[in-house]
């Protein structure tokens, strides 16, 4: 190594040792109590998801705690406060419960088995009131309030949750969802984040590493101290780095995201990234925020070190030429990148670059396209029976589309560019050739080549979806009912000690839409569970006096096709 790389390794070492005074002034700027809010379960702390973690669309919005692969732990009230939001959904945070707290902060309790007595007979009666299993309100403030630690409801496993476990948010006076790390919720950590690689962007006409003008993946060299070097790379213009990186806690060994990301070339800062807060409204920008080709073809997210246009993410929190570098031909330098968890256990990653102008060898790849559509203009696009609106700012950049149709099939580019708002796919089906019109939908299609439903809007013969990402969709006709199956019981029989009544219901192409279930002509409220496909009635919820029972069902699908079901039970 010669003297002048020697100097810059040190520079960037000196410059990551400095006193971090981020903590103390970010805690004081949002006067943050980190002992006002309690750890809502009453056994050890494990992580299965962490704060800002990369997700599919979105950051992940709190902690996601581990339950020991059970249900039914208690959970206790983080802070005083009051019930303000209750919301019950067959998807997403299944039953959640939201608390409002004197500070003006809230807190979220999602992916619960049931609530805890007062609250859960307060639901029910909503459910009743509604005729519905799926519900959100808003209590008063004086309806259901809470003390801190009291119990407030199970853990459970419901809506889009992969096993038991808690998702645990604290939102701030804006309901944006912040670290709840930084309130004193302490999880053992002395294992460094885990860097799993690092690439190179070339990002101006004249850029290019080793005379490549395309991304490319740097060899990373481990040191004895836990760090890494890379191999030294020969560069010229404008340069954008980005990281693949994962943190574990000491109890698990889930891959879950890093809290902090800084680099700097030549000891001068370039980028410092935080992932203390993100509002919901800027989530979505995670596609931008990532190497969104790279993840859709490698399954690797790809953080991108680096600030393009139409990329507002607040967790940028100082960057100088939004951190890229510019190399210059015939000097040395060094990038780095130091890569944090929330305990402070870190990675450092040192780049040495040769300034080297030279010939592009290989050029920048160009998919075959025949439509190009500019950022701030959008399109109206029409390929055979489909026509494709694109709303202007639907995309981070102007984009080279190849868009073509087949009969029945839209091949609406390749899934390797994000889509950031709806586009509307419309279908003219007039010619479409089934006597069962009103059961046409479009849908993107698996790996089999069958659409998979999409929310279809029907106006005569002109049926519409609006998605949010590319491949190739297609029109499908759905003509067969749901299908229903008592699980626990059968028609005429006693069933005087059972606790619940169970139902499969499934559907094997536009997928359930509702349903409907009555006792002796009374609605009564069946729990879905979707991923075990399965209604659950519980005879707690009402007293049912008479002997002989007569039980309905009706399913319906997203085409309209339904199914009924009916039994008679006896109960003593």
Not at 50 to 69: P, W
Not at 253 to 275: A, M, P, S
Request: a neutral charge; charged letters at 25%.
């Amino acid at each position: 190594m010669n003297r002048l790389l020697a100097g810059l390794f040190l520079i960037s070492f000196v410059c990551f040792s400095q006193e971090d005074t981020y903590f103390e002034s970010y805690l004081s700027d949002e006067k943050i109590l980190v002992d006002y809010f309690s750890y809502p379960l009453d056994i050890p702390i494990q992580l299965s998801g962490t704060f800002g973690e990369l997700r599919n669309n979105h950051f992940h919005a709190g902690l996601d705690i581990r339950t020991q692969m059970k249900e039914g732990i208690p959970v206790y009230a983080a802070a005083d406060g009051f019930v303000n939001r209750i919301k019950v959904a067959h998807f997403g945070y299944g039953k959640a419960l939201y608390i409002q707290h004197p500070n003006g902060y809230s807190t979220v309790y999602a992916h619960l088995q049931k609530y805890a007595a007062a609250i859960e007979s307060y639901v029910k009666n909503v459910q009743y009131e509604k005729e519905s299993y799926e519900i959100e309100s808003f209590p008063t403030q004086n309806q259901l309030i809470v003390k801190k630690g009291d119990l407030i409801g199970y853990t459970g496993n419901t809506g889009s949750s992969g096993g038991p476990h808690l998702h645990f948010e604290i939102r701030d006076h804006a309901s944006r969802p912040m670290n709840p790390k930084l309130f004193g919720i302490v999880v053992d950590d002395t294992r460094k984040p885990l860097i799993n690689s690092v690439f190179v962007y070339p990002v101006s006409e004249d850029s290019h590493v080793f005379q490549d003008a395309n991304p490319k993946q740097l060899r990373l060299i481990p040191k004895n101290d836990g760090n890494f070097v890379a191999e030294k790379i020969t560069a010229f213009g404008t340069l954008g780095f980005g990281l693949s990186a994962n943190d574990q806690q000491n109890a698990a060994n889930n891959r879950n995201g890093v809290f902090r990301i800084q680099t700097n070339h030549n000891g001068e800062n370039c980028l410092d990234l935080v992932f203390d807060k993100i509002s919901f409204s800027e989530t979505r920008y995670i596609n931008r925020f990532i190497d969104y080709g790279f993840y859709k073809e490698k399954k690797s997210r790809i953080q991108k070190l680096f600030v393009e246009k139409n990329n507002p993410l607040s967790i940028f929190k100082n960057t100088k030429n939004n951190g890229f570098i510019t190399i210059n031909d015939g000097y040395n330098s060094v990038y780095t990148i130091l890569v944090s968890d929330f305990n402070g256990n870190k990675v450092t990653i040192t780049v040495p670059i040769e300034g080297l102008k030279d010939t592009i060898t290989t050029s920048k790849k160009i998919d075959d396209f025949n439509h190009t559509v500019y950022e701030r203009e959008g399109a109206d696009i029409k390929e055979g029976k489909f026509t494709i609106n694109i709303p202007p700012r639907s995309f981070y950049d102007d984009v080279k589309l190849q868009i073509t149709s087949d009969g029945n099939t839209l091949n609406f580019h390749k899934d390797n560019i994000p889509i950031h708002s709806y586009i509307t796919i419309t279908a003219d089906i007039s010619n479409f050739d089934t006597p069962d019109k009103d059961k046409v939908y479009i849908g993107k299609l698996n790996y089999r080549g069958v659409p998979y439903y999409s929310n279809t809007e029907r106006n005569g013969d002109v049926i519409s979806i609006r998605v949010r990402e590319f491949g190739d969709y297609g029109l499908g006709v759905d003509t067969v009912a749901p299908t229903i199956s008592p699980v626990n019981f059968s028609d005429g029989k006693w069933i005087s000690n059972h606790k619940t009544l169970q139902i499969k219901i499934d559907d094997n192409l536009s997928g359930i839409k509702s349903y409907r279930a009555t006792i002796n002509g009374q609605w009564i409220l069946m729990e879905y569970e979707y991923k075990k496909k399965i209604l659950t009635y519980h005879f707690d919820d009402h007293n049912i006096p008479e002997t002989e029972n007569n039980f309905k069902l009706i399913v319906t699908d997203n085409v309209g096709n339904n199914s009924k079901f009916e039994a008679t039970f006896f109960r003593k």
